[in-house]
């Protein structure tokens, strides 16, 4: 190992390699790059890439996405001028309508059409705006506003500004059950991707200042208030007392626990159980539970809606039961030709087990032989 090289730790009883921000990178994917990227928090992040697109179209590009009629394309990677449109868009009402019912003024159009860049103050305001204004569900949006944010300025620059925003809300966001506070919830998780990306003595500073705020949370933590949970979850991980509570009258969500990494054991558990609800298997519950959490999955597949995404993100990982899943697709509507393509570019991990699936009885096995002749 090169004296530059990043050290390696023990990890849950495995030896891995540490980040530039202290945290695990696993040895969980086809390509290193991946893994690199989830132990950044991928794909709760964002990335702001040239050339740029032509004025015309960014402005395009920017509304479609901030005021969706049609299907936006940008996920992962925007382009710089199409950021900086869309950032602006977080002063219009439609933005922050957590109702549906404010309208997409011409004014809130015209915001898409100013080619200048949004400055590091406006940036800070339009994310104070979007903590601070009350609504009771959150928007993807909200996550492209912080991280696009945290490209263009740094991720300390995003901590501390919602750490400003958290702190200067009312009281009343700290304890009641209403006004509705869900907005300000999701902000908080978001910091708990954020702080991954901070150097450690920063890092610490952070949740240092978050914990201060827990003593006005009490309160909306006894009635299962969104705020002070989100904040519980990111500071306490698997022993927030959401996560720790018997769940006998509840509804379990797997997105619940993209913060409790500390016990991939119990994570990989709830994945396991019958009751847990999710449509898809996010990658970054991947990297916290392991490899391990393909051989638990039991009946839980993805909606055929998400069978696409899932294909895309899963086949990311190098696991025998990633083949399982992809033969178990492959005819499927929505999977169109996505399950071959993957078994023909993984062609040399893939047969093996493709080979072993084909030997057994059923509708897998008949799916295997036809993969086997097709690559």
């Known amino acids: 190992m090169d004296e530059n090289d990043p050290p390696a730790v023990s990890y849950h009883g495995a030896m891995t390699m540490l980040n530039e921000f202290g945290m695990p990178v696993k040895s969980l994917c086809f390509d290193p790059e991946h893994d690199r990227l989830l132990a950044l928090g991928y794909p709760y992040l964002r990335f702001i890439e040239d050339p740029l697109p032509k004025a015309a179209d960014a402005a395009k590009a920017a509304r479609t996405h901030a005021y969706p009629k049609g299907k936006s394309k940008l996920r992962l990677h925007w382009p710089r001028n199409v950021a900086h449109r869309f950032l602006r868009t977080a ?44 609504g009771c569900t959150w928007s993807g949006r909200y996550e492209d506003q912080y991280f696009l944010t945290e490209e263009l300025f740094g991720t300390e620059f995003v901590v501390n500004t919602i750490l400003d925003a958290l702190d200067a809300l009312p009281e009343e966001l700290w304890k009641q059950p209403r006004p509705p506070n869900r907005k300000a919830a999701h902000a908080a998780r978001v910091l708990g991707f954020l702080f991954r990306r901070l150097p450690e003595a920063k890092r610490e500073a952070a949740r240092e200042r978050l914990r201060s705020f827990v003593p006005r949370m009490q309160e909306g933590l006894a009635v299962d208030e969104d705020l002070p949970i989100a904040v519980d979850v990111v500071l306490n991980g698997s022993k927030a007392r959401q996560l720790t509570r018997t769940h006998e009258s509840h509804y379990i969500y797997l997105s619940s626990y993209i913060h409790a990494g500390d016990d991939p054991e119990r994570l990989r558990a709830i994945a396991a159980h019958k009751d ?32 696409p ?26 999977s169109k030709a996505l399950p071959m393509d993957w078994l023909r570019a993984h062609e040399d991990f893939a047969r093996p087990h493709l080979d072993q699936l084909a030997k057994g009885r059923g509708k897998l096995a008949e799916k295997a032989q036809m993969a086997q002749s097709m690559l």
């Not at 059409?113 to 305001?125: L, N, T």
């Open 309 to 334: 995404g899932f294909i895309e993100e899963i086949g990311k990982f190098k696991h025998p039961t990633v083949v399982t899943l992809m033969v178990e697709l492959i005819g499927r509507p929505t």
């Open 276 to 307: 847990t609800i999710y449509t898809d298997l996010d990658p970054q519950i991947v990297y916290l539970a392991g490899h391990e959490i393909f051989d638990v999955l039991g009946k839980h597949r993805p909606a055929a809606r998400e069978i």
């Open 91 to 134: 002063a219009s009402d439609y933005f922050q309508d957590w109702q549906g019912q404010a309208p997409v003024t011409p004014e809130d159009q015209a915001l898409c059409d100013r080619d200048e860049d949004v400055s590091a103050d406006e940036a800070r305001a339009l994310i104070q705006r979007t903590v601070t204004i009350p």
